[in-house]
């Protein structure tokens, strides 16, 4: 059943109460200009029900057009409504069968519009009352001697001109609306569509651009604008000047690998692939853009795993003859019959088996996997312990300076991770500071983040700093400066950080080097 008090049903009752009005506009002008003019009384009641039909409808137009919405019983007596005045209007004319057969046409017209408007039990209901009207007017007629027995067939054929009207306009007009809401659902899951295949779009980490041969930009996401170093995905009209160029060079040769390219100063190299957007049709062109690093990070950490399954059991394998020769060492030092020099080599062999033993302990760490075991901390109070007992309770020389917060600041790690963590940055720093100044200075800092008040540590030194094409691989394994160091200390201490959802990063400062580990949010959940 159709819902007459929709948008559609209403639109179209209006269109029709315009018809309705227009007709009644006709047949009063045509009265009124009408050559031969009657002053019966039967004329008068004929003018007054032709008044009526005009006024009528377009008092009904007056309040469709502030806002009156119909419903299905208001539609279906209305249109009654019309057929009794259409009715009335053929039993006042002069009797010429012409005008009563123009009128009866008139009616066919509001038995379509019933087909049309409601469902189609009203619309062979009001076909019934149409042919009931007709055929009792032309008895009438009959009666009054004003038409012939034989005019009542032909009202009965009229009749049946209604219903047949009635049976075609009501399957097609259902046939329409079945047509128009499986339309509109079909737009809704394509608007539905469109709107995922843009959000889709626009978070993929692959950076999308959609542009004419001509280098006009169409579409873009934001990993695209990203990667190239902009602001937002509107900034791009136009492709830039570099990605023109590979656009040229792959039209020239579909098959050629394009040379990546530096897009934000921040970001790695970026490689762009071409497609164009219909098979053949090299008019839209869709590029897209893959950041080289994610690649290589995926590499690294395959070389990183298949690396530290070696090292891991190689690692055991050496620990064993290392200890021996650790002790075997140290038993020699105890010799009171070992002279001056076989005393230095000696000790050169114990420090070395340290050395190894510590790169044997980071490698077999790095090949354990970095799971945590988050806990709340007191970080006023955990630092002013862990710096006791780093410094062992200030026997040893270093000069570390600590400014912590007035209030209680809170955070959650791992503290065995924290204490490897800070251990190895304060060595570091104590260790390029005495190298730069020739004393052995850093100086630690709490902070918070401005908004979301997020908690940070700071780790500052007096060195030298790292340089700015250090800073690349400042965080990859075996990387190192220092030709006594492992460069795994700062990879290890940032899988760490990670491992408890905090991030630890190199922060640019004019004088000397500093690392921050910036927490997480303490009601964050692990």
Same mark, same amino acid.
């Given at each position: 059943?159709?819902?007459?008090?929709?948008?559609?049903?209403l639109?179209?009752?209006?269109?029709?109460?315009?018809?309705?009005?227009?007709?009644?506009?006709?047949?009063?002008?045509?009265?009124?200009?009408?050559?031969?003019?009657?002053?019966?009384?039967?004329?008068?009641?004929?003018r007054?029900?032709?008044?009526?039909?005009?006024?009528?409808?377009?008092?009904?137009?007056?309040?469709?057009?502030?806002?009156?919405?119909?419903?299905?019983?208001?539609?279906?007596?209305?249109?009654?409504?019309?057929?009794?005045?259409?009715?009335?209007?053929?039993?006042?004319?002069?009797?010429?069968?012409?005008?009563?057969?123009?009128?009866?046409?008139?009616?066919?017209?509001?038995?379509?519009?019933?087909?049309?408007?409601?469902?189609?039990?009203?619309?062979?209901?009001?076909?019934?009352?149409?042919?009931?009207?007709?055929?009792?007017?032309?008895?009438?007629?009959?009666?009054?001697?004003?038409?012939?027995?034989?005019?009542?067939?032909?009202?009965?054929?009229?009749?049946?001109?209604?219903?047949?009207?009635?049976?075609?306009?009501g399957?097609?007009s259902?046939?329409i609306?079945?047509?128009?809401?499986?339309?509109?659902?079909?737009?809704?899951?394509?608007?539905?569509?469109?709107?995922?295949?843009?959000?889709?779009?626009?978070?993929?980490?692959?950076?999308?651009?959609?542009?004419?041969?001509?280098? #006009?930009?169409? &579409?873009?996401?934001?990993?695209?604008?990203?990667? *190239?170093? %902009?602001? @937002? =995905? /509107?900034?791009?009209? +136009?492709?830039?000047?570099?990605?023109?160029?590979?656009?040229?060079?792959?039209?020239?040769?579909?098959?050629?690998?394009?040379?990546?390219?530096?897009?934000?100063?921040?970001?790695?190299?970026?490689?762009?692939?071409?497609?164009?957007?219909?098979?053949?049709?090299?008019?839209?062109?869709?590029?897209?853009?893959?950041?080289?690093?994610?690649?290589?990070?995926?590499?690294?950490?395959?070389?990183?795993?298949?690396?530290?399954?070696?090292?891991?059991?190689?690692?055991?394998?050496? #620990?064993?003859? &290392?200890?021996?020769?650790?002790?075997?060492?140290? *038993?020699? %030092?105890? @010799? =009171? /019959?070992?002279?001056? +020099?076989?005393?230095?080599?000696?000790?050169?062999?114990?420090?070395?088996?340290?050395?190894?033993?510590?790169?044997?302990?980071?490698?077999?760490?790095?090949?354990?996997?970095?799971?945590?075991?988050p806990?709340?901390?007191?970080?006023?109070?955990?630092?002013?312990?862990?710096?006791?007992?780093?410094?062992?309770?200030?026997?040893l020389?270093?000069?570390?300076?600590?400014?912590?917060?007035d209030?209680?600041?809170?955070?959650r790690?791992?503290?065995?991770?924290?204490?490897?963590i800070?251990?190895? &940055?304060?060595?570091?720093?104590?260790?390029?500071?005495?190298?730069?100044?020739?004393?052995?200075r850093?100086?630690?800092?709490?902070?918070?983040?401005?908004?979301?008040?997020?908690?940070?540590?700071?780790?500052?030194?007096?060195?030298?700093?790292?340089?700015?094409?250090?800073?690349?691989?400042?965080?990859?394994?075996?990387?190192?400066?220092?030709?006594?160091?492992?460069?795994?200390?700062?990879?290890?201490?940032?899988?760490?950080?990670?491992?408890?959802?905090?991030?630890?990063?190199?922060?640019?400062?004019?004088?000397?080097?500093?690392?921050?580990?910036?927490?997480?949010?303490?009601?964050?959940?692990?």
């Amino acid at each position: 059943m159709p819902d007459s008090n929709s948008s559609d049903n209403l639109r179209l009752f209006r269109v029709y109460n315009h018809y309705r009005v227009t007709v009644g506009f006709v047949l009063v002008i045509l009265t009124a200009f009408s050559p031969e003019k009657s002053q019966s009384a039967a004329a008068d009641i004929h003018r007054l029900i032709l008044f009526t039909y005009f006024g009528l409808h377009l008092f009904s137009a007056l309040l469709l057009y502030a806002g009156l919405r119909p419903n299905r019983f208001h539609m279906a007596g209305s249109l009654i409504l019309e057929l009794g005045l259409l009715t009335a209007l053929i039993i006042s004319g002069s009797g010429s069968a012409s005008t009563a057969f123009s009128l009866a046409n008139l009616m066919i017209v509001t038995v379509a519009a019933a087909n049309i408007l409601l469902d189609l039990r009203w619309g062979y209901f009001i076909a019934a009352v149409a042919s009931l009207l007709l055929i009792g007017q032309e008895s009438l007629q009959v009666v009054l001697d004003h038409s012939r027995p034989g005019d009542i067939l032909r009202a009965g054929i009229q009749g049946a001109a209604f219903f047949a009207t009635a049976i075609l306009v009501g399957q097609l007009s259902k046939r329409i609306r079945m047509t128009e809401a499986l339309a509109r659902s079909r737009a809704e899951d394509i608007e539905t569509l469109e709107e995922l295949n843009h959000l889709i779009i626009q978070r993929m980490l692959t950076g999308i651009i959609v542009a004419t041969a001509g280098g #006009r930009v169409l &579409l873009t996401n934001k990993a695209a604008s990203d990667l *190239l170093g %902009l602001n @937002s =995905p /509107d900034d791009l009209s +136009s492709l830039p000047s570099i990605l023109k160029e590979r656009l040229n060079a792959w039209k020239l040769n579909p098959e050629l690998r394009t040379l990546s390219f530096s897009g934000a100063s921040a970001k790695a190299p970026i490689q762009a692939s071409f497609a164009p957007l219909q098979k053949g049709d090299l008019r839209s062109v869709i590029i897209f853009l893959e950041d080289t690093g994610k690649v290589s990070q995926q590499a690294q950490e395959l070389k990183l795993m298949s690396l530290g399954r070696l090292t891991a059991g190689i690692a055991h394998e050496i #620990r064993n003859p &290392l200890g021996a020769a650790s002790h075997a060492a140290q *038993l020699l %030092l105890e @010799s =009171p /019959d070992l002279d001056g +020099s076989d005393r230095k080599m000696t000790e050169i062999i114990q420090r070395h088996c340290v050395r190894m033993n510590g790169i044997i302990e980071n490698v077999l760490q790095l090949s354990r996997g970095k799971n945590s075991q988050p806990e709340t901390i007191d970080l006023n109070a955990w630092l002013k312990q862990f710096l006791q007992d780093f410094t062992a309770d200030g026997t040893l020389p270093y000069d570390i300076s600590c400014n912590l917060s007035d209030t209680d600041i809170n955070a959650r790690f791992d503290p065995s991770h924290l204490n490897q963590i800070l251990t190895n &940055l304060l060595s570091n720093a104590l260790r390029y500071s005495e190298k730069q100044t020739g004393e052995q200075r850093a100086e630690i800092r709490l902070t918070r983040t401005e908004g979301e008040g997020q908690i940070q540590l700071w780790v500052i030194d007096e060195g030298p700093g790292v340089s700015v094409e250090d800073r690349k691989h400042l965080f990859e394994p075996f990387f190192t400066t220092d030709k006594k160091g492992t460069g795994l200390g700062l990879y290890i201490s940032r899988e760490l950080c990670e491992a408890n959802q905090a991030s630890l990063d190199y922060v640019e400062q004019k004088l000397g080097g500093c690392f921050r580990i910036t927490f997480a949010h303490p009601l964050k959940s692990f």
